[in-house]
């Protein structure tokens, strides 16, 4: 079993940055691929962004437009979401999961909890 803790998110002025982590315990996520997705209440689960296990690929939902950049860091066993130039549009609980590369959260395995994030316009 794999377990997942998002950290780092917050309220942030639109312009802004943050950088979410994504910590994983209990086995190693160095053979999984991993991802971001965000959840707005009444919405579908959005993906934001995923990397394949060797850390080599990197997707990116359509709406980062060059500003969010994932990465991983197997040795600390943690996935890394540094999100800049935030819009109000961002609003959402982010979440991690491993398991999958793919844009479809349906085929992830694994899930955090979730970290707010909040921009103010």
């Known amino acids: 079993q794999v377990q997942l803790v998002e950290s780092g998110g917050g309220l942030v002025q639109a312009g802004g940055s943050l950088r979410l982590s994504c910590t994983a315990s209990?086995?190693?996520?160095?053979?999984?691929?991993m991802g971001w997705f965000r959840q707005d209440p009444g919405n579908e689960r959005e993906f934001v962004a995923a990397?394949?296990?060797?850390?080599?690929?990197?997707y990116y939902g359509s709406f980062t437009k060059g500003r969010f950049t994932i990465s991983r860091d197997d040795a600390k066993n943690t996935l890394n979401l540094q999100m800049n130039n935030l819009e109000p549009e961002d609003t959402a609980i982010y979440y991690c999961?491993?398991?999958?590369?793919?844009?479809?959260?349906?085929?992830?395995?694994?899930w955090g909890q979730g970290t707010q994030v909040t921009v103010s316009s």
């Open positions: 990397i394949n296990r060797s850390g080599s690929m990197t």
């Open positions: 999961a491993a398991g999958s590369s793919s844009s479809d959260y349906r085929t992830y395995n694994y």
């Open positions: 209990g086995r190693s996520v160095s053979s999984h691929g």
